[in-house]
């Protein structure tokens, strides 16, 4: 297994404006980032604090200004200091430049509370090649998540919408759904809606329209789903945001989950009941999504 490459940031206001040479001295490698972050950071002991993971082909990050837009936003609802955009596109410059020379590797960009008022910063990057569900397709499970579709609007202190490390939540659907013989979830809202997957996002194809979940509906924007909307309008085919039930889905000629490592899987089955899958039509996704040069 590789050792991560990890450095730290010295958390700039976001408005900061300073030459290279300071800004480069705000980063500091950490090593393999073992024994750097204090037992009382407020990010490990309350899992307050957020992050974004990169994907990188061929040693190129990808979306990294939609990645830094929604770091950005995920701040402002946890009441968190902006990120200054120069500094972390820098230190990812600077964490792809020590990376091994690998096909595909992820970068994860991380703001906690810190402690005592300071709040704590850190980057790191890892190999991350080999993904056989882009072809092989996965199993998927519908899981309640216990919120309504609505709860951005009526609780915003549930913070719906941002990339918070509290993901524990997360995994333990994760656990469940390998319990049931599957390999990932898709999370319902009460009111009965198809919302997201706790570390993607879902696109169905319904009647040649590919469709997905508004973000209003308390979802974490995708920036993998967003390169394949401009992917889409490129082409030519539509696309639209919109609510989707679960007999959307075990309806559609094709669904899958996007995120920004794994890109496209493509979904096989959902609770059991087996759903078509567009081969072709995933490699072209697939082939698009890793071509970026954004």
């Not at 230190?91 to 008022?117: C, M, N, Y």
């Not at 579709?149 to 656990?175: C, F, H, I």
């Not at 040649?208 to 979802?219: A, E, K, L, N, Q």
């Amino acid at each position: 297994m590789s050792v991560p490459i990890v450095f730290l940031l010295d958390v700039l206001p976001a408005d900061t404006v300073i030459d290279d040479a300071d800004l480069a001295a705000t980063i500091t490698p950490a090593g393999d980032g073992s024994g750097v972050l204090s037992v009382f950071d407020l990010g490990p002991a309350r899992g307050d604090g957020i992050f974004e993971t990169i994907g990188v082909v061929d040693r190129h990050p990808q979306s990294v200004e939609a990645h830094l837009d929604r770091l950005t936003e995920s701040a402002a609802i946890l009441d968190l200091p902006a990120p200054n955009h120069a500094q972390w596109r820098l230190a990812i410059s600077r964490a792809i430049a020590e990376l091994p020379d690998v096909d595909q590797s992820a970068v994860r960009l991380v703001v906690t509370r810190g402690s005592g008022g300071r709040p704590t910063a850190w980057i790191s990057a890892t190999p991350a090649d080999g993904f056989p569900e882009r072809e092989n397709g996965i199993e998927v499970v519908l899981l309640d998540r216990g919120l309504a579709s609505d709860v951005q609007e009526r609780s915003p202190w549930l913070l719906a919408g941002a990339k918070t490390l509290s993901y524990a939540v997360n995994m333990a659907a994760l656990r469940e759904a390998h319990r049931r013989g599957a390999d990932d979830v898709l999370f319902l809202s009460s009111d009965g809606f198809v919302l997201e997957g706790p570390t993607s996002t879902v696109v169905v194809r319904i009647g040649g329209t590919f469709v997905t979940p508004p973000p209003s509906s308390g979802i974490l924007p995708g920036t993998t789903q967003l390169a394949l909307w401009a992917h889409l309008v490129e082409q030519g085919l539509p696309h639209e945001y919109r609510m989707l039930t679960p007999e959307d889905v075990h309806g559609a000629e094709a669904v899958w989950l996007l995120s920004s490592v794994r890109l496209a899987a493509p979904v096989r089955a959902v609770d059991g009941r087996p759903l078509p899958m567009d081969a072709g039509l995933t490699a072209q996704i697939n082939d698009a999504l890793r071509s970026r040069t954004d």
